[in-house]
């Protein structure tokens, strides 16, 4: 046979005490919560703070102090260039034709004609001077195996010239003139033209005379230098440099007047 339950009737009050599933028990320990609190995340956040104060104190003092930088290496000093002595020129190449003491390229310097102008007059044909002296130079100690020297003072026979270039042991030279070089022009007029003319037939000085009216030409300058060159050797001058000029005689001072001695003369009042 079951028992039956009684169940609170609703409206009466039933004592705690006379309920067992709700009966009152001291509470021994409380359960921590799943997330931490507040309170704690502040500790724990001071703590590791302080901490990583502590070890980075600690690593700064035990570390090693750093080695100082090591002086930077000494600069060397440049040593001057030594500029090696200059070897005497083979004597070979020398006698094959110099210029100014230097032995000949193996090529002949070149010079160009070109068009200038225009700004007032008409474009005209323009050249170097120098170009067309140093193709002539080179052409004459070739072909003549001339030890030319640029420039060279001569002076013969009371005439003092200055030459393009000549070979004072040969005594074998010439002079260029165009029609751009006045000066050479009034230089070398017809007077010392015919002078050249007669050394040459003396046998004093071999000069070629190289007067270009139009523009220079290489053909043209070097069958000129040829052509001098062979007559040259068919009846060449005289070896050596040519005497030097006695120096001008000094004037004598003039004589002093003799003393007069007559009387003085007394002046008309």
């Known amino acids: ?30 359960s921590r919560p799943e997330f931490p609190t507040r309170g704690e995340l502040y500790r724990k956040a001071s703590l590791l703070g ?11 003092a035990d570390a090693p102090a750093k080695p100082a930088p090591p002086p930077p290496p000494p600069q ?22 110099s210029i100014d003491g230097k032995p000949l390229d193996k090529v002949a310097p070149k010079f160009k004609v070109y068009r200038e102008g225009g700004g ?23 072909e003549g195996k001339l030890a030319i020297q640029t ?15 000549f070979d004072p042991d040969k005594n074998v030279g010439y002079q260029y003139v165009d029609k751009l070089d006045y000066e050479a022009k009034q230089a070398f007029d017809k007077t010392v033209q015919k002078k050249l003319e ?14 270009i009216a ?17 007559g040259v050797k068919k009846a060449p001058p005289q070896l050596g440099k040519l005497p030097s000029p006695p120096p001008p ?18 002046l008309k009042k």
């Open 249 to 266: 005689a000094a004037t004598p001072a003039p004589a002093p007047m003799p003393a007069s001695n007559a009387p003085a003369k007394p």
């Open 120 to 142: 007032i007059g008409p474009a005209e044909d323009m050249w170097n001077e120098e170009e067309v002296e140093a193709f002539i130079n080179w052409t004459m100690a070739r």
């Open 1 to 30: 046979m079951t028992t039956k339950k009684k169940l609170p009737l609703a409206g009466t009050p039933t004592p705690a005490a006379a309920q067992k599933e709700l009966a009152v028990r001291p509470v021994a320990a409380g």
């Open 198 to 211: 007669k050394w040459q037939k003396d046998k004093k000085v071999a000069i070629l005379f190289i007067s």
């Open 50 to 60: 302080g901490a990583t104060l502590l070890v980075g104190s600690l690593a700064h």
């Open 151 to 165: 420039k060279y003072k001569l002076e013969l026979d009371g005439t003092s010239l200055e030459l393009d270039g």
């Open 76 to 97: 060397k000093q440049a040593m001057p260039k030594q500029v090696p002595a200059e070897t005497p020129t083979n004597p070979e190449l020398l006698a094959a034709g």
């Open 214 to 230: 139009r523009n220079p030409d290489a053909a043209t300058i070097k069958g000129k230098v040829i052509k001098f060159l062979n």
